[in-house]
């Protein structure tokens, strides 16, 4: 069982059912069990998904003196993951609003509330007892970096949407990470070639670009590796929203257990793929031992 320290977002996640993109307008639209509210945030996904796979998580983030603020001390403690180390500083909780249609595709409005400009204090006996350290890219986490680098921590991060090299506010989270994951969304050209430029600056020993239904690209530079894997395919996909975090979560349990880069990208494709299946960003996550029948059945799930 590892022990991983993951700092991030905490935010009230709210979904809602459309009937396709772009939205007309009409004044109401009545879709029963077709909205609802759930605890979410990057920080929170990846706790819940490594916690089902059995990890031990130390969480650290902020939330409000409100009511959404005790859905998410009350979801933590349902789940067995301790929140010491999440500390009710802000004037409110961070909350998003999530549309998504029949295929997947989704549209994401997120409010930040004040959560950019308010620091979160660390325990440097939490760093010392981890054997991962993820700093979510949010700008509380940036005092983590030092603390973990200090104490020679092997250190993870996803910078999601990145359409540069040299991106001003992700550059301290790559300057750090020995495990780098993000999106192809905003990537302009060839996708290795980004993913080498991104290496050639700094000093990740494995980079994972996500790129949706078209599956993952996979960066070793000591190994000279480029390798896609295209995705898994389910039956039943509800959301892709929280895809990238199941992919990020999944691959960082994999990688400790010693499997090699590519054998953890590829249970991690499997794993992101069963969660779509549900409409929360936060829900639909399975256990290892679930995951590794699902892994192992002929032709895997369809």
């Known amino acids: 069982m ?14 809602a059912k459309v009937r396709g993109f772009p939205i007309p307008y009409y004044p109401v639209d009545f879709d029963f069990f077709g909205v609802s509210s759930s605890a979410s945030g990057v920080a929170f996904n990846m706790a819940k998904a490594l916690n089902a796979l059995g990890d031990s998580v130390t969480l650290v983030s902020m939330i409000g003196q409100d009511p959404a603020g005790d859905l998410f001390l009350s979801e933590l403690d349902h789940l067995g993951i301790s929140a010491a180390q999440v500390h009710r500083k ?157 992919l990020f979560s999944a691959f960082l349990h994999y990688h400790l257990k010693g499997l090699p880069p590519l054998e953890s990208l590829d249970r991690a494709q499997l794993f992101a793929a069963l969660k779509i299946r549900q409409a929360g960003a936060a829900a639909g996550f399975v256990t290892e031992e679930e995951l590794e029948q699902a892994f192992s059945a002929p032709g895997n799930p369809g």
């Open 90 to 246: 802000l004037s409110a909780t961070p909350s998003s609003v999530v549309l998504y249609d029949d295929s997947g595709r989704r549209q994401i409005y997120c409010d930040l509330k004040d959560v950019q400009e308010t620091a979160c204090t660390f325990s440097p006996g939490n760093v010392e007892e981890a054997d991962l350290v993820v700093p979510c890219n949010i700008n509380f986490s940036r005092p983590l970096i030092d603390l973990a680098r200090a104490r020679g921590k092997l250190i993870a991060t996803d910078v999601h949407v990145l359409a540069s090299p040299d991106d001003d506010y992700n550059r301290q989270f790559m300057e750090c990470a020995d495990i780098l994951f993000l999106s192809d969304e905003c990537v302009n050209g060839d996708r290795g070639d980004f993913l080498r430029a991104l290496a050639a600056r700094y000093p990740c020993r494995i980079l994972v670009m996500g790129m949706g239904s078209q599956g993952a690209l996979l960066h070793v530079p000591a190994e000279d590796l480029m390798q896609h894997l295209p995705a898994r395919t389910v039956s039943g996909v509800i959301n892709t929203v929280g895809a990238g975090d199941a």
């Open 2 to 15: 590892a022990r991983i320290l993951v700092s991030g977002l905490l935010n009230l996640e709210t979904t």
